[in-house]
């Protein structure tokens, strides 16, 4: 394990191994098998590149000796941030074979959470497209270098500009020697908690621990050799990543097929064309296409070969999760999980009562659940509480946060997921809330206080207060209450300057209301509450 992790106690590993949970395979392992089983069935289609399971493993070796070539070395981590291209999974894969360390950014990160992350890993390297989404990532890297933020070795999948090509980084012939395998009880990657205090966490993924879940995430969802995945969401999210996701479909010798946007047209037509059968979405995106196909202009595409509709990342309404399986022919599958660990699934078996109404249910035997009052006693069954949970794929610590840990986590290592849960009789999750204060748009996670410090740094901004407002398609979308100190800025003006802060596009308030003052609560802070309330006031006020 690296420096600031958390081991799991040797007694829950040892008890995980027994078991048959912690195989000990890595993933320089996985793909080598997954190659020499599966060589001639096509691995990945995307970007006008259709590669199989060798050629996948063949561009890996390359890439992976092109980057020792160039100082990436065994232990070093490597900020990825990458859309979805099949240079995504021959760039990671060819850091695991290096035994360094991919660190997931998601494309919609700026400036501000990419500087984070290099800074705080120490990446000996950086990973970009040129464009994507009409946004140039090598300007953003410009401006990370010019504040020294940026580690030296940079590579652009595309137009290089002023850096290294990753193009160049792939050589002619792979060299094994190169080629380090790690402890599978080590770190495999980092991935990105939500974040409730500001710049995401890191989470430190193990070998043996992720590839349990998605061993298992495959067994539950069925996947086999003609399973064809569509990732439509960013597929360094852990939803399209593991649950199943793109490493679930590899492990069963199936097809990923990457999309490069979420959009019904663009979903459509690689259903269509491709026979896509199973894909995930969040609640957002299932509502825009369950309306093309209902009211809109794809309602004449042939959908036929979908067989399964994963909705999660937010919790979907049960009116919304009844129009699946009617308007688009397929098996709506809930998945409530977190990137710290714990995932549940509907069945695709479970009565449609069920898969409509709730989040599913853990994935694995050894999951361990709590719900809990505030004072960490169990609630009585089918009662609101927080959700506690430990077991052989949810970490014990976040990285380097040893002061969050302390409240993050049990002294007997379970994680407080900050979701509010009941429990139904069938063993099922019904989400009920979120007890953190931590906006969930869409399924993008944002944190108020974040929000408000970037808010705060503009020179007539006195004050500043974020929070959720009810919306019917993102589940919540991201309102900033504020107190100007004499002439308040413009909408626009003020939403320029976060922009220019490199603050995430999802992470931009969506709507900005100037006031005089907050509401306190009785000691002085400001009351969150009552501005919730008065924001639902104002939005009754216009229906």
Avoid at 8 to 33: I, K, M, N, Q, V
Avoid at 472 to 497: D, K, M, N, Q, T
């Amino acid at each position: 394990m690296l420096d600031g992790c958390t081991p799991w106690p040797e007694e829950f590993a040892a008890r995980y191994r027994a078991a048959g949970y912690w195989t000990g395979e890595t993933f320089s392992d996985f793909l080598a098998d997954r190659s020499r089983r599966f060589a001639d069935r096509v691995a990945v289609v995307g970007a006008g590149q259709r590669w199989t399971y060798a050629e996948l493993d063949a561009r890996a070796a390359a890439t992976a000796t092109g980057l020792a070539r160039l100082g990436v070395a065994a232990g070093d981590r490597v900020v990825v941030q990458l859309p979805n291209v099949p240079e995504l999974l021959e760039v990671v894969f060819a850091l695991f074979k290096l035994g360094a360390l991919p660190v997931y950014a998601l494309p919609a990160h700026r400036a501000g959470e990419v500087s984070h992350l290099c800074t705080t890993t120490r990446a000996r390297a950086l990973v970009v497209a040129d464009r994507h989404g009409g946004f140039d990532y090598r300007t953003m890297v410009e401006q990370m270098r010019a504040q020294g933020s940026a580690p030296d070795l940079v590579l652009v999948a595309g137009e290089a500009g002023g850096f290294t090509p990753l193009a160049e980084a792939r050589t002619a012939q792979a060299d094994p020697s190169v080629f380090a395998r790690p402890d599978p009880a080590d770190v495999a990657f980092f991935q990105l908690s939500g974040g409730t205090t500001g710049l995401p966490k890191l989470i430190p993924r193990t070998h043996d621990d992720y590839l349990y879940s998605v061993r298992a995430s495959a067994e539950v969802c069925a996947l086999g050799t003609d399973t064809v995945y569509l990732a439509a969401l960013p597929a360094v999210h852990n939803f399209p990543m593991s649950s199943p996701g793109f490493l679930g479909v590899l492990h069963a010798g199936g097809t990923v097929v990457l999309a490069p946007d979420p959009s019904p047209q663009t979903a459509f037509t690689l259903i269509e064309t491709e026979r896509v059968t199973i894909t995930a979405v969040v609640p957002p995106i299932a509502l825009l296409w369950l309306d093309a196909v209902e009211h809109g202009t794809q309602r004449d595409r042939d959908l036929s070969s979908l067989r399964v509709l994963q909705v999660g990342g937010a919790k979907f309404a049960p009116e919304a999760a009844r129009r699946v399986r009617p308007v688009l022919g397929c098996t709506l599958q809930q998945v409530f999980g977190m990137a710290e660990g714990l995932v549940n699934y509907t069945r695709l078996d479970d009565p449609e009562e069920i898969v409509t109404t709730t989040q599913g249910r853990p994935l694995s035997p050894a999951d361990e659940i709590r719900i809990v009052d505030d004072a960490d006693r169990p609630v009585p069954d089918g009662e609101v509480g927080h959700l506690l949970t430990r077991g052989p794929y949810t970490i014990r610590g976040y990285y380097q946060a040893d002061a969050h840990n302390a409240t993050a986590f049990t002294e007997d290592g379970f994680y407080r997921t900050g979701d509010l849960v009941r429990l139904t009789p069938t063993g099922h999750l019904v989400v009920e809330g979120r007890a953190k204060d931590q906006i969930n748009r869409g399924g993008e996670k944002v944190s108020a206080e974040e929000v408000e410090n970037h808010i705060l740094a503009h020179p007539a901004v006195h004050d500043a207060a974020v929070v959720g407002m009810s919306d019917p398609y993102l589940g919540e979308r991201v309102c900033a209450y504020v107190i100007p100190r004499a002439e308040p800025p413009s909408r626009g003006e003020l939403l320029r300057f976060l922009r220019e802060r490199g603050l995430a596009v999802y992470k931009i308030p969506d709507r900005i209301e100037f006031v005089e003052r907050f509401p306190a609560t009785g000691v002085g802070k400001v009351s969150r509450r009552e501005l919730r309330r008065e924001l639902a006031r104002r939005l009754d006020a216009t229906r």
